[in-house]
Nanobody
Framework: QVQLVESGGGSVQTGGSLKLSCIASGYIFSGCGMGWYREAPGKEREIVSTITETGTTTYADSVKGRFTISHDNAKGTLYLQMNNLKTEDTAVYYC???????????????WGQGTQVVVSS
């Protein structure tokens, strides 16, 4: 049974930094890997960043140059370093495992409970 537990959220001022962690149990990091998603109030959940087994990373345009995703296989932990935070980064952040579906796309399949990030000016 896959379990994902996020931590590291909190309240910061604009320009500040936070590092999110997601400890995965019951999961072998492979293939499509994992990703970070976020859901802001009144908005749909959106993809923030992903990392595959081979280390290939993707970022939403809104976070490029500010956020860095990484994975420590030995610790079974996914990270998201968030720098130069903006008020629009305020959201609940979720980590997810990703799997390759018959459509040919990597999609999230297991979710953590989320961690709240609040950025104030």
């Amino acid at each position: 049974q896959v379990q994902l537990v996020e931590s590291g959220g909190g309240s910061v001022q604009t320009g500040g930094s936070l590092k999110l962690s997601c400890i995965a149990s019951g999961y072998i990091f492979s293939g499509c890997g994992m990703g970070w998603y976020r859901e802001a109030p009144g908005k749909e959940r959106e993809i923030v960043s992903t990392i595959t087994e081979t280390g290939t990373t993707t970022y939403a345009d809104s976070v490029k140059g500010r956020f860095t995703i990484s994975h420590d296989n030995a610790k079974g932990t996914l990270y998201l370093q968030m720098n130069n935070l903006k008020t629009e980064d305020t959201a609940v952040y979720y980590c997810a495992t990703r799997d390759l579906y018959s459509s040919g796309f990597c999609l999230p399949n297991h979710w953590g409970q989320g961690t709240q990030v609040v950025v104030s000016s």
